[in-house]
């Protein structure tokens, strides 16, 4: 990324530092988000995805306006390719934003750092699948190890483990689809939540018409959380976008790790869910897979570099 926009090694170390703030600050908010989903939690999970949608708008269209990138969401507009996959990857990320939403309501947030902890594993497999992308034998193995814990959590609770398998199965086509969206992240979050600001908001107003929504002046506090809904969507997912574009993808493919590992930590230790020994043996098969498949990042950054020094001789 940002070291191979320049040959000064000065200016790597600053992108890079810069590129890991921005990153750290998106991975760290995102672990600490079960805190504000379980304060609205008394909020049907649909309303809090529309208003999450609608108040990220304006910040989104804020972020583009100061970067000067507006052009780009016209042009995108006289295209009805990207449109159409914009609309597509909109209609994935809130599949995933509403299942991570109403998951942490009902007391499962166990189960969505599992899915966290599972996407990055299941993205190289969607890789192999469609990309032709060849798996070495660690990722193999790494892969491997995520089905025998989804199979073991199957057997326990006497069906699939769903939650974990939607958030990390949606995440994972989202980043997917993502790729072929020819518009940067900035752009692509606005046109995003653009497409989806018509219906959200349609369905917010009929909420508050027909008396069942929580946007109203009776309710001063649930007004401040809807509101925030927001920034709390839209700054770690633009931070995360400003830092992956000056990082490694092995060094974002670490920090992955860092917000799945907190919502476990409060999941546990906060929320005080249930965490027995299947769900233990579980985790632990989905923390080595990870290991080995973050093993496998660093040894091919390794050959990478090695190879590209040796071409400069």
């Not at 750290?24 to 379980?38: D, I, V």
């Not at 750092?113 to 890789?127: D, E």
């Not at 790494?142 to 939650?163: H, Q, R």
Request: some cysteine.
């Amino acid at each position: 990324m940002a070291d191979v926009l320049t040959s000064d090694p000065a200016a790597r170390r600053s992108d890079a530092l810069r590129g890991f703030g921005f990153a750290f600050s998106a991975y760290f908010l995102w672990g600490l988000l079960p805190f504000f989903m379980k304060a609205v939690a008394h909020i049907p999970a649909v309303e809090i995805v529309a208003h999450r949608i609608v108040w990220s708008v304006p910040l989104a269209g804020l972020v583009l306006l100061a970067l000067g990138r507006t052009g780009d969401v016209k042009a995108a507009f006289r295209s009805p390719r990207t449109l159409l996959m914009a609309a597509l990857t909109a209609s994935v990320i809130t599949i995933n934003w509403g299942v991570y939403v109403w998951a942490i309501s009902v007391d499962r947030t166990v189960e969505t750092a599992l899915g966290y902890y599972i996407n990055p594993l299941l993205s190289i497999a969607l890789a192999a699948v469609f990309l032709g992308e060849k798996l070495t034998r660690t990722q193999l193995a790494a892969v491997g190890l995520a089905a025998v814990a989804v199979t073991i959590l199957t057997v326990d609770a006497g069906g699939l483990p769903w939650v974990s398998l939607v958030l990390a199965l949606a995440f994972a086509i989202y980043g997917f689809l993502r790729k072929t969206l020819p518009i940067g992240p900035s752009q692509g979050f606005f046109l995003e939540v653009l497409m989806l600001a018509v219906p959200a908001l349609f369905y917010i107003l009929w909420l508050e018409s027909t008396g069942q929504g929580h946007f109203r002046p009776s309710e001063p506090w649930d007004i401040a959380l809807l509101l925030a809904c927001g920034p709390i969507t839209a700054v770690p997912l633009l931070l995360y976008s400003f830092g992956a574009k000056l990082l490694r993808y092995s060094t974002i493919g670490i920090m992955q790790y860092i917000a799945p590992t907190m919502i476990f930590i409060i999941a546990v230790f906060v929320f005080a869910e249930p965490f027995d020994t299947v769900r233990a043996l579980a985790f632990v098969l989905i923390w080595t897979g990870l290991a080995l498949y973050t093993w496998s990042m660093f040894r091919e950054s390794r050959r990478e570099k090695a190879e590209a020094a040796s071409a400069l001789r």
